[in-house]
């Protein structure tokens, strides 16, 4: 094993240990930790460049090899530690001020249980039995998309007889067949792009879909010929809240298709679930607060009429179907003892409208304010 390798390893190893999301190597810097969503730098001697470099040429993937030469970037995963139990890591590596830096991020070897990861699954379980149409998973960098949409396949997987076809860039979590057949295809080395993956997964016999990045118009149709074609399609969108997600679907498409496009989107989108990880009460770690936007009569019509700023409204009119705002799981979490009062009012959209339900203050339908 060479020395940076070998430097490298051990800096993974010593990630896994103190339970690291991410890894951060610069240049001539020690590495950085993400640990419960802060940085913290490790006790170590700095990483030269010619380190950094050497563990990207030995490490990345023939195939990739050539966009690292090229486009001074590439994303693949890094296996070698899979065996000793300690996962899987996603590599993206890139050049800042002509020197390469390498940000991990750890992956681990099972798919995740919703109890996990802290989640209130009631509502998810009942999107996962669907038979058609589009669930989008919306939120930040780092807010946890990819595991809530793993908890969300492995729970089909284990439930139901299905044949799930996954495109990802790279594949995170690996699926063994229970129930369901799963086949995943990593972008760049198992399909060219998403939007060709995708189109040739229609003719592979799927019932459920996963997209992992809903990025272009192209990839986007395709999802929804797949949607109204009797396919469940499940994707990730970075968007703060459900009213950004569903403009951002719209942004697709050039402005005069856009009034066109209402009717079919409002028929094919299911849910999108929005969420962000905020530090919790008690044991360390973080907790998904989300809100969750499910489409019933309402919510198809909004989306056909354009009315996109009555979104919230909507959302706070159909707890019954299980649809919530953030701010209604906030206040559940902090009565919850899940999270503070602080962490609360630091991370909600209104907290003024939290304050407010906190101290009891309901509206005259008995709802929650915010």
């Known amino acids: 094993m ?24 610069k240049s001539n810097k020690p590495a950085y930790l993400r640990m419960h969503g802060r940085l913290e730098a490790v006790e170590m001697d700095a990483i030269t460049d010619k380190q950094v470099l050497a563990f990207v040429n030995e490490s990345v993937p023939a195939q990739f090899a050539e966009d690292w030469k090229i486009n001074y970037q590439v994303d693949y995963c890094y296996n070698d530690l899979e065996e000793k139990g300690l996962g899987r890591f996603r590599v993206n590596a890139f050049y800042q001020r002509g020197t390469p830096s390498i940000v991990f991020r750890h992956i681990k070897d099972k798919p995740p249980t919703f ?10 379980l009942k999107l996962c039995e669907l038979n058609d149409g589009i669930v989008l998973v919306c939120g930040a960098t780092g807010s946890g998309k990819s595991s809530t949409l793993a908890a969300m396949i492995n729970h089909i997987n284990q439930n139901f007889d299905l044949h799930i076809v996954t495109l990802e860039d790279p594949i995170e979590y690996i699926y063994k067949d229970i129930k369901s057949l799963i086949n995943q295809r990593e972008i760049g080395l198992d399909a060219p792009s998403f939007s060709m993956g995708l189109k040739a997964v229609l003719r592979q016999d799927p019932d459920v879909i996963l997209v992992g990045e809903m990025r272009d118009a192209h990839t986007f149709e395709t999802a929804i010929h797949a949607a109204e074609t009797g396919h469940l399609v499940f994707g990730t969108l970075h968007a703060a809240n459900a009213q950004q997600a569903v403009q951002r679907l719209f942004d697709f498409f050039p402005p005069e298709q ?3 496009m209402r009717r079919t989107i409002a028929g094919c989108l299911r849910a999108t679930i929005t969420q962000k990880l905020v530090s919790a009460m008690e044991g360390g770690g973080r907790v998904p607060v989300v809100e969750l936007f499910i489409m019933d009569l309402l919510g198809r019509t909004t989306i056909q009429e354009g009315a996109f700023d009555r979104i919230p409204s909507v959302i706070e009119a159909g707890g019954d179907i299980g649809s919530k705002s953030f701010n209604k799981d906030l206040y559940n979490l902090i009565k919850a003892g899940k999270i503070s009062k602080a962490v609360g009012l630091e991370v909600s959209p209104n907290p003024k409208a939290l304050e407010m339900n906190l101290k009891g203050i309901f509206l005259s339908s008995g709802g929650i304010v915010g």
């Open 2 to 25: 060479s020395e940076a390798l070998d430097i490298f390893n051990s800096l993974l190893q010593l990630a896994v240990e103190n339970k690291a999301s991410d890894i951060h190597v």
């Open 115 to 124: 109890e996990q990861l802290n989640y209130d699954a009631t509502a998810l």
């Open 258 to 260: 856009q009034i066109g």
